[in-house]
T-cell receptor, first 110, second 113 residues
Framework: SQQGEEDPQALSIQEGENATMNCSYK?????LQWYRQNSGRGLVHLIL?????REKHSGRLRVTLDTSKKSSSLLITASRAADTASYFC??????????FGAGTTVTVRA | DVKVTQSSRYLVKRTGEKVFLECVQD?????MFWYRQDPGLGLRLIYF???????EKGDIPEGYSVSREKKERFSLILESASTNQTSMYLC????????????FGEGSWLTVV
């Protein structure tokens, strides 16, 4: 069963704008991870936030986690055409199992 | 860099055929995974292996089996392919009990006709 549900399903923005996507999950997690997938390719890990963290930054990425609301957000600042991809959140529900959402498709227009 | 290699990028198989999807990782990871990805459904875990010859069912194991004879290799087997198994299959690996990053292969697109 899917753990995460991303919102929105699709997002179209102009280059230079910020992109924000949200993820809600159902059960308790050990950590939450965000992955990126370019069209037709495998997934690439972006960032991990542990259950005892509230916010984390990595370059142009900012992730928040609210365990009371079982939600997370991913912000991409100053977007570029190369950020066009699908983004997935995944909750670690035990030692090994990551449960993925359906993803948000982001299109950055030049 | 970790490399997870899936042997076939694109396959077309007939209904009822036995299909093997092979995956090799080069980082001595204990954990290996097979996911299936379908539009609107995200990634669903088929099987997981935490050691050689060890396996556990994921969320959708029906119609699939796996084999892990060597640490670096994890095979997904469709005993009798059906059209509803047309999908993209993703292999992944990770360090055991790390709770950390999973590394994915590039995916195998399987079409069953």
């Amino acid at each position: 069963s899917q753990q995460g549900e991303e919102d929105p399903q699709a997002l179209s923005i102009q280059e230079g704008e910020n992109a924000t996507m949200n993820c809600s999950y159902k059960t308790s997690i050990n950590n939450l991870q965000w992955y990126r997938q370019n069209s037709g390719r495998g997934l690439v890990h972006l960032i991990l936030i542990r259950s005892n963290e509230r916010e984390k930054h990595s370059g142009r990425l900012r992730v928040t986690l609210d365990t009371s609301k079982k939600s997370s957000s991913l912000l991409i600042t100053a977007s570029r055409a190369a950020d066009t991809a699908s983004y997935f959140c995944a909750g670690l529900v035990n030692d090994y199992k990551l449960s993925f959402g359906a993803g948000t498709t982001v299109t950055v227009r030049a | 860099d970790v490399k997870v290699t899936q042997s076939s990028r694109y396959l077309v198989k007939r209904t009822g055929e036995k299909v093997f999807l092979e995956c090799v990782q080069d980082m001595d990871h204990e954990n290996m995974f097979w996911y299936r990805q379908d539009p609107g459904l995200g990634l669903r875990l088929i099987y997981f292996s935490y050691d050689v010859k060890m396996k556990e069912k994921g969320d959708i194991p029906e119609g699939y089996s796996v084999s892990r004879e060597k640490k670096e290799r994890f095979s997904l087997i469709l005993e009798s392919a059906s059209t509803n198994q047309t999908s993209m299959y993703l292999c992944a690996s990770s360090i055991q009990n790390s709770g950390n990053t999973i590394y994915f292969g590039e995916g195998s697109w399987l079409t069953v006709v």
